[in-house]
């Protein structure tokens, strides 16, 4: 089993920045894909942004430019730095990593951007 537990979201105006965490622990497999998803209110859940262990990373459209992922391996952490934000960035994150075709979640966090 694997816990991920995010930190990190909160209110913010519009234009401003946020940086969310997601903290890994249990039966980790060092060989893994880590993402943040996002929903919105009445919306799927979206890919935002993954990066595998070896450190290539995917970004959705929407967030290119302004979002980067990256991660600390060793404290198996993955960030999330978000800037120029949006108020149609507001939703919950999640986090979730993938690892031996097994998926986990962790049970997000709220980001609101005001106009």
């Known amino acids: 089993q694997v816990q991920l537990v995010e930190s990190g979201g909160g209110l913010v105006q519009a234009g401003g920045s946020l940086r969310l965490s997601c903290a890994a622990s249990g039966s980790i497999f060092s060989i893994n894909v880590m993402g943040w998803y996002r929903q919105a209110p009445g919306k799927q859940r979206e890919l935002v942004a993954v990066?595998?262990?070896?450190?290539?990373?995917n970004y959705a459209d929407s967030v290119k430019g302004r979002f980067t992922i990256s991660r600390d391996n060793a404290k198996n952490t993955v960030y999330l730095q978000m800037n120029s934000l949006k108020p149609e960035d507001t939703a919950v994150y999640y986090c979730?990593?993938?690892?031996?075709?097994?998926?986990?979640w962790g049970q997000g966090t709220q980001v609101t951007v005001s106009s």
């Open positions: 990066i595998t262990s070896g450190g290539n990373t």
């Open positions: 979730r990593q993938t690892a031996r075709l097994i998926t986990y």
